[in-house]
T-cell receptor, first 115, second 115 residues
């Protein structure tokens, strides 16, 4: 069965620090990969997604993620975080290559950015 | 961009009663919608995949007679929690995938409390 693992439950950073959130998945076939963000009291929003092509994907708000197929990883990065990045971040995988497949989510990583 | 409206955002009901949650795609058609449940400090767990005009596909362990899903049109899916119990208290989130599209748009979620 597919699974998604996010290594950090809670990350605390100071403003301007660099961020990397780990995400590994288990599935041997073609995958679509996503990072979602949930700000306090708000719904899930898509940060970025990878379907094919350049494994380095750039998303909104300065976030990027790199798909490393050999490591089954899709880590999220941001060079310099802001207080407004405080939120919960979810990595998700879809294994149906663009068809109606559902998303499998990781448990999420709570990011707290200290001003 | 694509918007999914989910109502109600918060509901409190008595044990034994039923609650209906609506999920509407506002500016696109969604052949497929997904229903998730999120427990505190845990990931989103897929409950079922809702297909317009056909029966929903439930994940293992989800009682289809308790969580009734109806997807009567291309823009509306409903989840009815029947004979609710306190253990059904949770955060329920829907998502919709635009017909022919590749992205997922999430509703804002419904906090259900059964007393």
């Amino acid at each position: 069965a597919q699974s998604v693992s996010q290594h950090n439950h809670h990350v605390i950073l100071s403003e301007a620090a660099s961020l990397e959130l780990g995400c590994n998945y288990s599935y041997g076939g073609t995958v679509n990969l996503f990072w979602y963000v949930q700000y306090p009291g708000q719904h899930l929003q898509l940060l970025l997604k990878y379907f094919s092509g350049d494994p380095l994907v750039k998303g909104i708000k300065g976030f990027e993620a790199e798909f490393i197929k050999s490591k089954f990883s899709f880590n999220l990065r941001k060079p310099s975080v802001q207080w407004s990045d405080t939120a919960e971040y979810f990595c998700a995988v879809s294994s149906y290559g663009g068809s109606q497949g559902n998303l499998i989510f990781g448990k999420g990583t709570k990011l707290s950015v200290k001003p | 961009g694509a918007v999914v409206s989910q109502h109600p955002s918060r509901v409190i009901c008595k044990s034994g009663t039923s609650v209906k949650i609506e999920c509407r795609s506002l500016d696109f058609q969604a052949t497929t919608m997904f229903w998730y449940r999120q427990f505190p400090k845990q990931s989103l767990m897929l409950m079922a995949t809702s297909n317009e005009g056909s029966k929903a596909t439930y994940e293992q362990g989800v009682e289809k007679d308790k969580f009734l899903i109806n997807h009567a049109s291309l823009t509306l899916s409903t989840l009815t929690v029947t004979s609710a119990h306190p253990e059904d208290s949770s955060f329920y989130i829907c998502s919709a995938r635009e017909t022919g599209g590749s992205g997922y748009t999430f509703g804002s979620g419904t906090r259900l409390t059964v007393v």
